[in-house]
């Protein structure tokens, strides 16, 4: 069914949106929160997504591309970016007794670039039929 919904439990067809809060402007700019806590919401199949706009509980967003990129900020935790250097975090490591500047973790495939959302557009784009049923 091209659904992120699984039947297991406690959510089975249900998910948190959004999952990421921090520096996320699109939660005022689309009215994504509800009662200041993510909401649960059924995952709908992407079968002919690129016909079913508005996308999101409220309909808030017409455009696909704007909707790929709302998901990668809001679900992924992802920056949207076309600068390599965006891709790359170094964190240095907390943990009591290490060495600051030896003891870090770097974190790649943080940022999705306008390719990469024009990329997925047109992929979900080619999971619309060629006629829809009557």
């Known amino acids: 069914m091209f659904s992120a919904a699984g039947t297991e439990?406690?959510?089975?067809i249900y998910r948190?949106?959004?999952?990421?809060?921090?520096?996320?402007?699109?939660l005022d700019k689309y009215d994504l929160v509800l009662d200041e806590r993510p909401g649960r919401f059924r995952v709908p199949s992407l079968r002919n997504v690129a016909l079913t706009?508005?996308?999101?509980?409220?309909?808030?967003?017409?455009?696909?591309?704007e909707a790929i990129r709302v998901m990668a900020v809001s679900q992924l935790g992802r920056t949207l970016s076309d600068d390599p250097l965006?891709?790359?975090?170094?964190?240095?490591?907390?943990?009591e007794g290490t060495i600051p500047g030896r003891n870090t973790d770097m974190f790649t495939n943080r940022a999705v670039s306008r390719q990469e959302v024009s990329d997925i557009a047109e992929?979900?784009?080619?999971l619309t039929?060629?006629?829809?049923?009557d």
């Open 86 to 95: 965006a891709d790359i975090r170094i964190v240095a490591a907390s943990v």
């Open 53 to 65: 706009a508005p996308y999101f509980h409220n309909g808030s967003v017409s455009d696909l591309e």
């Open 16 to 26: 948190a949106f959004p999952v990421f809060w921090d520096g996320n402007p699109y």
């Open 9 to 12: 439990k406690p959510l089975g």
């Open 123 to 126: 992929f979900l784009r080619s």
């Open 129 to 133: 039929a060629a006629t829809l049923p």
